[in-house]
Nanobody, 127 residues
Framework: QVQLVESGGGSVQAGGSLRLSCAAS????????VGWFRQAPGKEREGVAT????????FYADSVKGRFTISLDNAKNTFDLQMNSLKPEDTAMYYC????????????????????WGQGTQVTVSS
């Protein structure tokens, strides 16, 4: 059973940066995609970024390309989301997730493809 625990959320002014981290345990192999989703009040959950544990290939939502970076820290068994140039529209609850099935350009943002989820961490960006 994969367990995921997020940390690093908080409040920041527009233009600032935050770094989210997801501590993971229970992987049975390296063939997982791990990533970040977010959900703002009244909106559907959306995929932000995903990375493959073994191959390192990444996917990003168009809205965060060039501002957010997903990375792995294999020594700590975590994966992080560095968020720069934050905007008020980035305000949301952020969740980390893991999928042990293949993901593609047209499927990585489908939250049903991810079997394991963290509890979420709030990010608030003020203007």
């Amino acid at each position: 059973q994969v367990q995921l625990v997020e940390s690093g959320g908080g409040s920041v002014q527009a233009g600032g940066s935050l770094r989210l981290s997801c501590a993971a345990s229970g992987y049975t192999s390296k063939y997982y995609y791990v990533g970040w989703f977010r959900q703002a009040p009244g909106k559907e959950r959306e995929g932000v970024a995903t990375i493959h544990l073994a191959y390192g290939d990444t996917f990003y939502a168009d809205s965060v390309k060039g501002r957010f970076t997903i990375s792995l820290d294999n020594a700590k068994n975590t994966f992080d989301l560095q968020m720069n140039s934050l905007k008020p529209e980035d305000t949301a609850m952020y969740y980390c997730a893991a999928a042990n099935s293949p993901l593609y350009t047209d499927s990585w943002q489908y939250d049903g493809a991810y079997k394991y989820w963290g509890q979420g961490t709030q990010v608030t960006v003020s203007s």
